[in-house]
């Protein structure tokens, strides 16, 4: 079993950056592919993005190409999400969330296992 916390949320303007981050605790943390994923009010969990074990694999949501960057850094057991060019429409609850699938990088809501609380992003125009 992995606990996974997420941190680094909060209010921007359009344009700018933040940085998630997905502190894991349990479980040895290279045992899980990782995925992040948001939920803005009104509407269903979305895949944003996701990485492979080894952080080799990476895979994005159309919506955010070449605006975030997923890594992971398995000697500190955490994963992030750099956030660039933020736009009104990125707000909302940014999840982490980890997966048996490890040598693939998994779009899929179902197939995650194990997920953190929530962390809100609030990007104002």
């Known amino acids: 079993q992995v606990h996974l916390v997420e941190s680094g949320g909060g209010l921007v303007q359009a344009g700018g950056s933040l940085r998630l981050s997905c502190a894991a605790s349990?479980?040895?943390?290279?045992?899980?592919?990782m995925g992040w994923f948001r939920q803005a009010p009104g509407k269903e969990r979305e895949f944003v993005a996701a990485?492979?074990?080894?952080?080799?694999?990476?895979h994005y949501a159309d919506s955010v190409k070449n605006r975030f960057t997923i890594s992971r850094d398995n000697a500190k057991n955490t994963m992030y999400l750099q956030m660039d060019s933020l736009k009104p429409e990125d707000t909302a609850v940014y999840y982490c969330?980890?997966?048996?699938?490890?040598?693939?990088?998994?779009?899929?809501?179902?197939?995650?296992?194990?997920w953190g609380q929530g962390t809100q992003v609030t990007v104002s125009s």
């Open positions: 969330a980890a997966t048996d699938f490890i040598n693939a990088v998994v779009v899929q809501t179902s197939l995650y296992e194990h």
């Open positions: 349990g479980r040895t943390f290279s045992d899980y592919g």
């Open positions: 990485i492979s074990w080894s952080g080799g694999s990476t």
